[in-house]
C-alpha cells in the first residue's frame, strides 16, 4: 500500500492504457483491502443468489415432517424452523430474493435518479425550481412511512417492492445527479457543443451522461445495501414479501421471533447473512467511491502522499 | 435573522401540503376500506343490509363526499381550531391520542441522538487524528459495523438472548418518567443505542472524514506553526469546522431516526407514535393517520429549520438573508 502510494504517477501512467473496469479493479486491490474484501463477498453473494436452485440441498418450502425446530446437524446445517424446513435452504433462497431486490431495485432507482437529476440540472429555470420544491418535499417525510403506506395498497410480493423501492429511493438520489450535472454543465466543451449545434438528446446522452456516469456508478454501488436492508425492514414488519417465501426479513419476524427462544438459530442466521452482504456491499462500494472520487484520488493536492506526511510529523511533534 | 426565518417558514408551507394531499389520497386507496372493515365485523345479514349499513356509516363519517371536500374541512378545521379530528374507531380525539404517544417517541428519538453523537463524535475525531493507525481502524470497523447490523435483528436478539441465559425480559409496561426517572431511562436506553446506531456509524464516519479534510488546511497549518498544543488545535480550530457537515447529516438522519422508531416501537413494544400508525393503517383508521402523518411532517420540518439555524452558532461567517 504503501509503495502504491509513493509512485501514484508511474502506477496511473501504466494504467492509462487499460480498459476503465480493469483499471479500477487493478487499483481496488493494490489499494484497499478493506474494498476487495468486500468485493469478494459482494461476488459470493451474487454468485449464491444465482445459483440458489443448484447450491440449496433442500427446496425452500419443502418440509420434513417429524424434524420440527431441529437444531443444526449434519443433515441440516443451519438446524430447521417450526414447519420442519432447512434454514440453510431458505437462508441461500433469501439470498435469491435481496439480490433481486438490491439489483432491479437499483437499476430502476438509478434510472429515475439519472432521468429527474439530468434533465433538472441541465435545464435548471423554472423546471428545476419546481421539480427540487417537489423532490424536497418528498424527502422530508420519513421514507420507511411512505413505503408501509404504499406497500399496504399494493400488498407484498417481489415486484411490487421492487417498483416501491426503487422509484421512492431513485426520486432522492437525483439530487446527487444533478448537482454533478449542474457542476459540469458551464465546461467549455458543453459549450463547444452548444456552439456547433449538437442537439439537446446529443448533448445529454454524448457530453452530460458519460461524465456524470461516476456519481452514478457510486449511487448504484452505495445504494445497493440500504435498499437491501429497507426490504428486510419491511418484509420484518410485515409489509414486504409475503411468507411462504423466504427473505431475510420475514425469516426474522415470522417464525422468528414466535419460536426464537426455544430455537435461537432461527434468530441468528438471517440476520447474520444480511449483515454481512450489507457490509461486503458496503466496503465494495467505499472503495470504488475512494477510487472514482477524483477528490480522494492518493497524490493530487492536498491529499498527497507528501501533504500526509507532513500532517502525520506534525501530529507527532 | 427573522427574515430568513419566515421565510423558510413560508417555504414549508407547500411541502406540507404537499406530503399531506398525497398520504391524505393514499390511504383511502388501500384496498378495503374501513367500511368494508367496520360491516363485516359488525353486521350478519344479506348483501342489501351490509348495503345500507355501509352507506350509512359512510354518511355518518362523512366519507361519501368528495375527497377534496373532505381534505378541505380537514385542514380547515386544524387551521381553525387545532383539532385533528377523531378516530374512526373508538371517536376518541387524535390530538390526546397523539398528545400520549409523542413523549414517548420524542424521549426514543431525543436519547438515540444524544447516545449517537457521545458515541460517534469522539471515535470519530480520535480516528481523524490518528489516520491509519491500528486505533483508527477499530474506530473505523466499529462505524461500519454499526450502519451494517440491522436495527430489527440486534432487538431481536437483545430481546430473545438475555431471556435465554438470565431469563431477563425488557418491561413491556411503559415506566412514566414522573414516577421512576430511572426505571424510566433504564427502559429505553437498550432501545435509543439500538436505534441510534445506525446516526451514528454515518456520523463517526462523516466526523473522520472531515477532521481529515480540515487538518489540511493552511490555517491550521498557522496553528500548528504558533507551536499550539494538539488538543487546542483540534478542538479549537479543527473541530468546529469540522462538525457543520456533522449537523447537516444529523439533520438528513432525522427522517431516518423517525422510520425506524416506527421498528423499534415495534420490537420493545413501546406506546409511540410509530406503533399508533402502523395500528391505524392496518385498522384503516384515516383520521390517524391523516394526524400521525401531518405531525411527522411538520416536525420533520421544525428540525430542520432548527438545524439550520446551528449553522450559523458553529461557524459566525454563515449569514442568514
Redesign the interface.
Known sequence: MAEARSTPAAASAGAKKRPFIVDVLRRMVREKPLGTVGGIITVVFFLVGIFANFIAPHGMNESFPGEYLKSPSLEFWLGTDNLGRDVLSRIIFGAQISMMVGLFGMAISTSISTAIGTLSGFFGGTFDLIVQ??V???????????L???M??L?GGLAQIVIVLGVVWGIGGSRIVRSAVISIKNNVYIEAARSIGSSTPKMLFQHILPNVAAPIIILFTTGM?ALI?TE??LS??GFGIPPPTPSW?GM??TQ??RF??IA?WL??W??LA??LV??GI??FGDGIRDILDPRLKGGVG??SGA??RM??A??R? | MRAYILRRLGLAVPSLFIVTVVLFLIIRLIPGSIIDIMVTEHVFGSASDMKVTADLIREQMGLDKPVYEQYGKWVWNILSKGDLGKSMWNNQSVRTEIGQRLPVSFELGIMAIIVALVIAIPIGIYSGIRQDTAGDYVARSFGILCICLPSFWIGTMVMVFPSIWWNWVPSMELIPFTKDPLGNLGMFILPAIILGMATSGTTMRMTRTMMLEILRQDYIRTAWSKGLKERIVVMRHALKNALIPVVTLIGINIPVLVGGSVIIEQIFVLPGMGRLLLDAISQRDYTVVSGVNAVVAAFVLATNLVVDMTYGFLDPRIHYR
Open positions: 420544491r417537489l424536497d418535499a418528498w424527502m422530508c417525510f420519513p421514507m420507511l412511512i411512505i408501509i403506506t404504499i399496504s395498497i400488498g445495501p436492508l428486510a425492514s420484518f414488519l426479513g426474522l419476524s422468528g421471533r426464537m427462544v435461537p434468530a441468528i438471517p440476520g444480511l449483515s450489507v457490509y458496503n466496503m492536498r491529499y501533504a500526509r500532517a502525520k506534525m501530529n511533534k
